[in-house]
């Protein structure tokens, strides 16, 4: 059986001013990790509709392999509006597909064989998903990589659902608005960003933490007390809708095929520039990029 790296979660179209897009962390993710030569898939979940139809012939399109159940609610919809930086803002439908994953034998059987899994918070938001995403995890071996790209949205998270994610992960994705609420609310607030990230990683034995901070750069911290920094390329932005999980999904892509941390955290950085000077989140990378 193939070795998925898998994207698990939201399955969604991002209704941006130019049109829908096929978007969703998880599906992001999947596509860019798969430019790497890589074994990829999407797994949620779809309505019974006609816009389930259109997801899975972008999928098509796009090269992805998909495990998505069809289920009695409506395929995901995220309204975005751009500000004039091109900075998106989301409303996210609620009592959807992706709210509704059933955890298939399908999913397991990926699932014991998975080399990697990126999954987050907001698709945690309802009870069904996140008991299909706890007992996905669950069956994955140990040498897994479970990555939390935690995506805060609107009002769609606690502590609770953070703190166990924390848990369930190795290497957690954050940027630098997300971690002054991680701070807020964990009690982090006298530490700086350095030191509250280290703390993160020592407080829930990680193997990295992965901080982007726009366009003041990014940090690579690992439990051995690495820490890499890159800037961020100033580049002219269309928009920056699936930017981060580009970013994570070559890291992840990079370090499964034996790169140095330094050197995934400078293609991740090269390929998410790229994806903001594009329309959509699932643009074709250059093959120099990715070298």
Same mark, same amino acid.
Request: proline share 4%.
């Given at each position: 059986?193939?070795?998925?790296?898998?994207?698990?979660?939201?399955?969604?179209?991002?209704?941006?001013?130019?049109?829908?897009?096929?978007?969703?962390?998880?599906?992001?993710?999947?596509?860019?990790?798969?430019?790497?030569?890589?074994?990829?898939?999407?797994?949620?979940?779809?309505?019974?509709?006609?816009?389930?139809?259109?997801?899975?012939?972008?999928?098509?399109?796009?090269?992805?392999?998909?495990?998505?159940?069809?289920?009695?609610?409506?395929?995901?919809?995220?309204?975005?509006?751009?500000?004039?930086?091109?900075?998106?803002?989301?409303?996210?439908?609620?009592?959807?597909?992706?709210?509704?994953?059933?955890?298939?034998?399908?999913?397991?059987?990926?699932?014991?064989?998975?080399?990697?899994?990126?999954?987050?918070?907001?698709?945690?938001?309802?009870?069904?998903?996140? *008991?299909?995403?706890?007992?996905?995890?669950?069956?994955?071996?140990?040498?897994? +990589? %479970? @990555?939390? /790209?935690?995506? &805060?949205?609107?009002?769609?998270? *606690?502590?609770?659902?953070?703190?166990?994610?924390?848990?369930?992960?190795?290497? +957690? %994705? @954050?940027? /630098?608005?997300? &971690?002054?609420?991680?701070?807020?609310?964990?009690?982090?607030?006298?530490?700086?960003?350095?030191?509250?990230?280290?703390?993160?990683?020592? /407080?829930?034995? &990680?193997?990295?933490?992965?901080?982007?901070?726009?366009?003041?750069?990014?940090?690579?911290?690992?439990?051995?007390?690495?820490?890499?920094?890159?800037?961020?390329?100033?580049?002219?932005?269309?928009?920056?809708?699936?930017?981060?999980?580009?970013?994570?999904?070559?890291?992840?892509?990079?370090?499964?095929?034996?790169?140095?941390?330094?050197?995934?955290?400078?293609?991740?950085?090269?390929?998410?520039?790229?994806?903001?000077?594009?329309?959509?989140?699932?643009?074709?990378?250059?093959?120099?990029?990715?070298?």
């Amino acid at each position: 059986m193939k070795r998925y790296i898998v994207g698990l979660g939201e399955a969604l179209w991002d209704v941006l001013p130019e049109g829908k897009k096929l978007g969703g962390a998880p599906a992001n993710f999947a596509y860019h990790a798969g430019q790497f030569g890589l074994d990829t898939i999407a797994i949620s979940a779809l309505g019974e509709d006609a816009l389930a139809d259109e997801t899975v012939k972008a999928f098509e399109e796009h090269n992805l392999a998909y495990l998505m159940p069809s289920v009695p609610f409506p395929t995901g919809t995220v309204q975005v509006t751009l500000s004039g930086e091109g900075i998106p803002s989301y409303e996210i439908k609620e009592g959807v597909a992706w709210d509704n994953i059933p955890f298939t034998p399908e999913m397991e059987a990926i699932a014991k064989s998975a080399r990697a899994v990126c999954f987050g918070s907001l698709a945690q938001r309802n009870e069904v998903s996140r *008991s299909t995403i706890r007992q996905f995890l669950a069956s994955t071996p140990a040498d897994c +990589l %479970k @990555i939390c /790209d935690i995506n &805060l949205r609107q009002q769609f998270y *606690s502590k609770e659902i953070l703190e166990d994610s924390f848990n369930l992960c190795n290497i +957690l %994705k @954050i940027n /630098d608005e997300e &971690l002054v609420v991680v701070s807020r609310m964990f009690g982090y607030e006298g530490l700086d960003m350095s030191d509250t990230c280290k703390k993160l990683v020592s /407080d829930y034995g &990680l193997k990295m933490l992965v901080l982007t901070c726009g366009t003041n750069g990014s940090y690579v911290f690992t439990d051995d007390g690495l820490t890499s920094f890159q800037d961020t390329p100033k580049v002219e932005v269309a928009d920056t809708v699936g930017a981060g999980d580009s970013f994570t999904g070559s890291f992840c892509a990079c370090i499964i095929n034996g790169k140095p941390v330094q050197e995934a955290h400078k293609t991740a950085v090269r390929v998410s520039a790229f994806v903001c000077t594009q329309n959509g989140a699932m643009p074709v990378v250059p093959e120099e990029l990715k070298a």
